[in-house]
Each structure stands twice: as structure tokens, then as C-alpha cells.
């Protein structure tokens, strides 16, 4: 389970998060929509601490820290007990595949590195993968490289995995291929938290659809309550804009 109680982010004067509560069950997969600007990646990036919150407290399983005086210890097990997925893939561009997935476990978790590599190729195949195990980003589409990002955030077995729109930098025929190496993910009961503007991605795989504008939740529920019968003027209005064909009443 993670847990966000009062979490706020302010770049200067811009609020960006304005004091989000928000609890994602164990084995749940949460999905995040909303407009640019409304704070979807700001919050990922706090939940992770790649961004360092303003305030409030974020909780995984039994650990919690307090935002404004997290230690260095603190956020060093916040992460271990998470894993982001970027939109870019973010691989190292002189590792090959498997040295990609395998560059956590041998840093962080201090694998050896022949266990380390027979995980790692596991991992590659289990993401469709199993014939690029030596090939460089540079010789990889944007889907197999975001594959690999996939297959490198499974491998530190985190107790919840932040996607970060992974399908926006990739052309449209390859974001199928990501789409459903993530729905079989899911469906092994790993808690995963997806922002994305992939609506039939979040229909289809998500138990819960979180919609933000603003930097606040405007309104969450499941899937069939928030695209068929949205409670908030603003979700409606977003909704129209995006759905070319509306299935949700009004």
C-alpha cells in the first residue's frame, strides 16, 4: 500500500500539489488522468523523491517518512521500496540491454553479477525481449527501450511501480506492444500507479481512475463511474476534449 497525506510541491511562488491525499491499495492499479499542467508527473516525482515535496507524509507498507525532514536513509528506502518508469526510458546509453536491468541489482541491491545477469535476462524475456539481451538503446525502437525500462524497474522488485506516461514518447503503432507487456504486469497483482492519457488503457486495466486539475484531485473511482457518469463539471469538460466519442453521461 502507499499512502500520501497533505502532500504539497511548490516551484517558488507555484503551488503545483495543494495538500493531495491519496491511498492506493496493495495490488491495485490506480490510473491518473488529467490536463498538462494539473501535477500528474509533479506527484510521481514526489513519490518518489525525485522532487522533494514541500510537505506532508508518504507511507509504503510499514515505512513512512515525513517529507520536510526526510533523511538521506529515509529517501534512499523510499526508493528502494519503489520504481519509476520515465516517459523517456532514461537507459544508460553505453550499457547494453541486460547491463541496463542489471545495473540496480549490482549497485543497490549488491547482486553478484551471474545472478544479477540470469535475473536480468529473465526479466528481458518476460517483457518480450529475450533476443536483445546484448543489443544498445541506440539499436532498439522507443517501445523495446521502454520494455527494457519496464523490465529494469521489475527487476528491484519494488513494492509499487510509478509509470510516467510511458507511451507519449513512443510513435502510435508501437504504443500497443508497451501497453500490454504493462496490462500482463498487472494482472500478476503488482501495485502500479499510471499516469497516462490512454483511455482505453484505463478502462480496461485500472481499478481506480484518479482525475487531477490544478493540483488538487478533482474526483476519483472506478473506471465505469468516472467515464460514464462523471460527478464534477470539470471531468466532464476534460472527458469531451478527449474522448472522440463520448461513453459517459452527463
Known amino acids: ?12 511562488r507555484q503551488q503545483v500539489l495543494k495538500s493531495i491525499d491519496l491511498t492506493v491499495n496493495t495490488g491495485e492499479v490506480v490510473v491518473i488522468l488529467g490536463p498538462s499542467g494539473s501535477g500528474k508527473t509533479t506527484l510521481l516525482r514526489c513519490m518518489n523523491y525525485l522532487e522533494q515535496p514541500s510537505g506532508g507524509e508518504i507511507a509504503i507498507g510499514s515505512f513512512s517518512l515525513r517529507c520536510r525532514r526526510a533523511s538521506k536513509k529515509e529517501i534512499h528506502e523510499l526508493r528502494q521500496r519503489s520504481a519509476m518508469v520515465f516517459q523517456q526510458y532514461n537507459l544508460f546509453r553505453h550499457k547494453t540491454a541486460l547491463e541496463n536491468v542489471m545495473e540496480g541489482l549490482i549497485v543497490v541491491q549488491k547482486w553478484p553479477k551471474a545472478k544479477a545477469r540470469e535475473k536480468s535476462a529473465a526479466l528481458l524475456e518476460k517483457v518480450g525481449l529475450a533476443g536483445k539481451l546484448d543489443a544498445y538503446p541506440s539499436q532498439l525502437s522507443g517501445g523495446q527501450q521502454q520494455r527494457v525500462g519496464i523490465a529494469r524497474a521489475l527487476a528491484l522488485e519494488p513494492e509499487v511501480i510509478l509509470f510516467d506516461e510511458p507511451t507519449s514518447a513512443l510513435d502510435p503503432e508501437l504504443v500497443g506492444e508497451v501497453l500490454e507487456v504493462i496490462r500482463r504486469i498487472a494482472k500478476e497483482g503488482i501495485t502500479m500507479i499510471v499516469v497516462t492519457h490512454e483511455m482505453g488503457f484505463a478502462r480496461d486495466v485500472a481499478n481506480r481512475v484518479v482525475f487531477m486539475d490544478g493540483g488538487v484531485i ?5 473506471p465505469a463511474e468516472l467515464f460514464q457518469n462523471p460527478r464534477e463539471e470539470r471531468t466532464r469538460q476534460f472527458l469531451k476534449r478527449i474522448a472522440p466519442v463520448p461513453n459517459y453521461s452527463i
Open 218 to 222: 478533482v474526483e476519483e473511482g472506478t
Open 1 to 12: 500500500m502507499i499512502k500520501l497525506t497533505n502532500l504539497s510541491k511548490s516551484f517558488g
